[in-house]
C-alpha cells in the first residue's frame, strides 16, 4: 500500500509550521475571551485549511476565576469520542490491506459478538432478553446500526449495567463492553459502544495494542507527538481542567486519576492537543496526506466522509443520565447523515455549515468538522460536563456563525 512505504521507512514523521502563514481574526479572539470572561471555563478554537492553519486561539479562567489568560501551550484535552475518528481511520487503513470486509460478520473477529442478545425491557426486576435476529456486521458496528448502546443515552442498558455491576463505558474495562442490544442489527441507529469494539478488531487484526497501532501507523508520521490513551507526566502538566456544571451554573473541577487503563477504548479513551488533532484534519482536507506522509487513499477518505445511512433521527439523543450529558440534536429538525468518520449535515447547518459536512464531538464539549465545500476544518474546543449543555451549545453555535461569516467574507 502507498501509506506503507511511505511512512515505515525509518518511520519518518511530517514536519510542518503551519503557523507561518495563520491570520489573526480579532473578532474571534474577542469572542473566546467574551465567553470566558463570562462562565466558560476554556475555551479554544482553530481553523485549518489544507496549506496553514487560518487561525488559533484559546483562554482559559485565570486561577482565582475572574480573570482570562492563555491556555497553556499546547494545551493537553480529554479528546473522548472524538478518539472514533482515528479509531475509523485505523479500520480503514486494514480495509486497504484487505483485512477486513465490511460486511462481515463482526464474529469472524470478535467472537464475544457471535450470539447477541437483544434487551427488549424489564419485566419487574429482570431484564427481558431474546436472541437477535441476524449478526452484526463490520458496517453496521462502525455506522451505530449494530444495536450497541451507551447507558448515558439509552435507559434501559443504564438500568442493566447498574442492576449487573457493569462499568461504565469509558472505565478502560472490556467489561463494560459486554451489553446486550437494543434492537436488531441494520434496523435502526442508535449511538453507542460499536467503536469500542471497533478498537478490538484492530488489535486483533494487526497485533498490536491500539496505542502502538495508533502510534505507530497514524501518530507517527503525521507528527502528533502528544496524542495518547496513556497521559505522561509532560501531558499532565499541561492537561485542562475538566469542569462540571451543576444546575445553578456553578462550575466545579472533577478529579480525575491517570493510570494506564486495562483495555484502549477506541471510543473515547484519547487524550491530546488541538494542535495534534489539526494535523489529523489538515491530513484529510489533502484527501488523507500531509507532508509526504499518506495516511489513507484519497478514495477511502472520500468514503470516510461519505454518509451510509440517513434520517431526521440520527445523531438525536435523549440523555439517561444529565449530570452527564443533555439531550442531543446538532442539526435540530434536519435531516441528517452518519458517515465511517462521524455525523453528516445533508442540509445547510443553522450556523453556516456547508451541506456534507462531516463531523462529531467529544463528551467533554470538544467539536470539530471537516467543511470540505469550503475546504476547512474546524476544532472548539471545551473540558465541561455535562454534554451538550446549553452554555457550550451557545458557544459552539456562536463560534461556527462567526467562522463561517469570516470565511465567506476573506478568501482563504
Same mark, same amino acid.
Given at each position: ?229 496513556? !497521559?505522561?507526566?509532560? $501531558? ?5 481542567? %475538566?469542569?462540571?456544571?451543576?444546575? #445553578? *451554573?456553578?462550575?466545579? +473541577? @472533577? ?124 476544532? !472548539?474546543?471545551?473540558? $465541561? ?5 446549553? %452554555?457550550?451549545?451557545?458557544?459552539? #453555535? *456562536?463560534?461556527?456563525? +462567526? @467562522? ?9
Amino acid at each position: 500500500m502507498p501509506h506503507d512505504r511511505e511512512h515505515r521507512e525509518g518511520h519518518e514523521t511530517a514536519v510542518i509550521n503551519i503557523e507561518e502563514t495563520m491570520a489573526r481574526w480579532p473578532e474571534l479572539d474577542s469572542f473566546i475571551e467574551d465567553a470566558v470572561s463570562k462562565g466558560v471555563p476554556q475555551l479554544a478554537a482553530a481553523v485549518i485549511g489544507p496549506d496553514r492553519l487560518l487561525y488559533r486561539g484559546s483562554r482559559q479562567r485565570g486561577g482565582d476565576g475572574s480573570q482570562t489568560r492563555p491556555s497553556l501551550a499546547p494545551a493537553v484535552y480529554w479528546l473522548a469520542s472524538m478518539s472514533k475518528l482515528v479509531t475509523a481511520i485505523a479500520v480503514l487503513q486494514l480495509w486497504e490491506r484487505d483485512l477486513l470486509q465490511w460486511d462481515a460478520p463482526v464474529a469472524t473477529w470478535l467472537p464475544e459478538l457471535a450470539s447477541p442478545s437483544v434487551l427488549e425491557g424489564f419485566r419487574g426486576q429482570n431484564p427481558v432478553l431474546r436472541p437477535a435476529a441476524s449478526p452484526i456486521t463490520l458496517r453496521q458496528l462502525m455506522t451505530h446500526q449494530s444495536g450497541l448502546a451507551y447507558p448515558i443515552w439509552q435507559s434501559d442498558i443504564a438500568r442493566y449495567i447498574s442492576q449487573r455491576g457493569i462499568p461504565m463505558p469509558g472505565s478502560g474495562k472490556i467489561e463494560s463492553l459486554a451489553l446486550p442490544l437494543v434492537f436488531d442489527p441494520g434496523t435502526s441507529w442508535m449511538y453507542g459502544i460499536g467503536l469500542d469494539w471497533a478498537g478490538q478488531i484492530v488489535e486483533r487484526v494487526s497485533g498490536k495494542t491500539l496505542e502502538a497501532y495508533f502510534q505507530e501507523e497514524i501518530f507517527q508520521p503525521l507528527g502528533m507527538r502528544d496524542t495518547s490513551f496513556l !497521559v505522561n507526566a509532560s $501531558m499532565r502538566e499541561r492537561l485542562v481542567d %475538566l469542569m462540571s456544571m451543576d444546575d #445553578a *451554573g456553578a462550575m466545579g +473541577l @472533577i478529579e480525575r486519576s491517570f493510570t494506564a487503563p486495562e483495555t484502549f477504548m477506541g471510543g473515547s479513551g484519547l487524550y491530546g492537543t488541538e494542535e495534534d488533532f489539526s494535523k489529523l484534519l489538515m491530513a484529510l482536507l489533502r484527501s488523507g496526506e500531509l507532508a509526504g506522509q499518506r495516511i489513507l487513499r484519497a478514495e477511502t477518505v472520500a468514503l470516510l466522509l461519505q454518509p451510509q445511512v440517513r434520517g431526521t433521527h440520527i445523531g438525536v439523543l435523549q440523555t439517561a443520565m444529565p449530570r452527564v450529558a443533555a439531550d442531543v440534536d446538532l442539526h435540530a429538525g434536519a435531516e441528517s447523515g452518519w458517515a465511517l468518520g462521524g455525523l453528516v449535515n445533508v442540509q445547510a447547518g443553522a450556523s453556516g455549515r456547508s451541506p456534507g459536512s462531516v463531523g462529531w464531538a467529544g463528551a467533554a464539549n470538544t467539536f470539530f468538522w471537516i467543511d470540505r465545500p469550503r475546504g476547512v476544518a474546524v476544532q !472548539v474546543m471545551m473540558q $465541561m460536563l455535562p454534554f451538550a449543555n446549553p %452554555l457550550a451549545l451557545k458557544t459552539l #453555535a *456562536g463560534v461556527e456563525e +462567526l @467562522i463561517c461569516r469570516m470565511l465567506d467574507d476573506r478568501p482563504v
